[in-house]
């Protein structure tokens, strides 16, 4: 059997439906506790409805902002339709309905993005194809679908695909030199001595080295293991507790958790089907497999035997093409960074969609100020903290882009206003990313109210040509920089120095 052959047995085969009906509820579950501890801690409020200006993701400018009360009521809308996913009630509807708005949220604003957040995009699409609602359901229930237990194989590996794009592109993200020296975990451990077991340890170099290899060999090798059987329950093990030490070492929410649960479904589908039938009476059958006549060769004879044929679904051509063109979008957005010159760490392009977690530490200080270009004197200082809200500002920082869709705003502004005949707004942005000594990341010489961001590297953000060990070269320094002349500290001019929360 040749590999094109093995994919088709994949795909076509059927399997128990018990691991879609549990992905239906356990999903639906955890973006329930997600959207609603959102709303009650006034985050969403925070997110969506407070600030003056949002950021929303490349190619979807266009979409509109409403006010305040439409904007809370589609919010509050998406728990109710995570209710009706986990009893399979209108499934398609309710999926369909769910994942718009679920998408309109997450691309409403960059300063929210979080890559768990990404893949729960991701996954609510996918949903809208899974038949997920074929048992254990009020559609099953009432009739409105037939009732099955046993689904194509697609639907199981589709899945499986998608999460171990999130494992295996987030250990080749960490496949850089300060990863390997133990940067930036290094520092983040240095601040978790309350953790328990790790505490009287977490200053020493050698766990660092430890967490920063450990995390790259999981991330690359836990799909591998956990579907190969002889590995596959000291894997899960493994994984499981990896995660676990993640929720107390870093402030990423829930992911761990939900990628705990959603890694089960790696296991074999019968597991699934073995246990769930405690609960789902129909999945308590064995599954039904037909037996076939086949004639079988001796050396001198021909027997003519009976053997069990596994059951088959018929997978059109168009639903062959399709879960192709998603594939390997997948696989292909990831790597978009190498298009891009420098660490993407530094410039942050290419870093969204790319399941580039926890490799940045950045500390920026930052001075925005509006002058005449005649004169090059200063009109005003630009405070950050007037236009936006704190984890707006947080995240701003760190993304040249994003600075130069805010100069751009308030340049727009200013000119609405005819506040000034002629002006140009200047950014002196300094940052250390994991570690290492501060260097410009935006020409300090560029009006960032016209600079232009494109698809193509920008050439107002400076190079990063700081060493992890050792000082950076005077050309990525500012004038005042060089005479020792600046302070890392909050000043009423508008410098603003912020650590910045790692996404």
Request: charged share 20%.
């Amino acid at each position: 059997m040749n590999t094109t052959d093995k994919i088709k047995k994949l795909f076509t085969d059927a399997v128990s439906i018990a691991p879609l009906v549990y992905l239906r509820v356990v999903f639906g579950l955890f973006m329930i506790y997600h959207f609603v501890k959102y709303y009650q801690k006034g985050w969403f409020h925070n997110y969506y409805v407070k600030p003056e200006l949002l950021f929303p993701h490349d190619l979807f400018t266009w979409l509109p902002r409403f006010g305040a009360d439409i904007t809370t009521g589609l919010y509050l809308l998406m728990p109710v339709l995570c209710l009706f996913i986990i009893l399979g009630l209108f499934y398609r509807a309710s999926t369909s309905l769910f994942f718009v708005l679920n998408a309109y949220f997450f691309l409403l604003d960059k300063t929210t993005y979080m890559n768990h957040y990404y893949l729960f995009v991701l996954l609510s699409f996918l949903m809208i194809f899974l038949p997920a609602n074929k048992s254990f359901s009020l559609d099953a229930l009432f009739k409105r679908v037939k009732s099955q237990s046993e689904v194509p194989g697609w639907t199981i590996w589709l899945v499986r695909f998608q999460l171990a794009v999130v494992y295996i592109y987030g250990g080749i993200a960490k496949l850089n030199m300060d990863w390997f020296q133990g940067q930036p975990m290094h520092y983040w451990l240095s601040k978790k001595k309350h953790v328990v077991l790790i505490g009287p340890y977490v200053e020493e170099k050698w766990l660092a080295y430890f967490f920063s290899y450990g995390g790259v060999f999981l991330d690359l090798f836990a799909v591998p293991f956990l579907l190969w059987k002889k590995t596959r329950w000291p894997a899960l093990v493994v994984v499981i507790l990896f995660h676990m030490m993640n929720s107390q070492l870093f402030n990423i929410g829930i992911f761990p958790w939900i990628m705990i649960a959603l890694t089960l479904l790696f296991l074999p589908t019968e597991y699934f089907r073995k246990t769930m039938s405690v609960f789902i009476p129909s999945l308590r059958n064995e599954q039904i497999v037909p037996t076939g006549t086949f004639k079988k060769k001796g050396k001198n004879k021909v027997e003519v035997v009976k053997e069990k044929l596994q059951p088959i679904f018929s997978v059109s051509k168009l639903t062959y093409g399709l879960i192709g063109i998603y594939c390997v979008f997948q696989l292909l957005v990831p790597l978009r960074h190498f298009l891009y010159a420098g660490n993407p760490s530094w410039t942050e392009e290419g870093h969204f969609f790319s399941w580039r977690m926890m490799l940045r530490d950045k500390n920026p200080n930052s001075n925005i100020k509006v002058v005449d270009p005649k004169t090059g004197k200063m009109l005003e200082s630009v405070l950050m903290g007037d236009y936006l809200t704190t984890s707006q500002k947080n995240m701003a920082l760190r993304r040249p882009e994003m600075i130069q869709r805010f100069c751009k705003y308030v340049g727009d502004k200013l000119r609405k206003e005819q506040k000034y005949d002629d002006f140009e707004i200047k950014v002196r942005l300094m940052a250390s990313l994991n570690g290492r000594e501060e260097q410009l990341l935006i020409d300090p010489n560029v009006d960032m109210s016209t600079a232009e961001y494109n698809w193509q590297s920008s050439s107002w953000i400076m190079p990063m040509k700081t060493p992890l060990f050792g000082s950076p070269p005077a050309d990525v320094l500012p004038q005042a920089r060089k005479k020792n002349t600046n302070t890392a500290t909050t000043t009423s001019n508008g410098r603003v120095r912020q650590q910045i929360i790692r996404r």
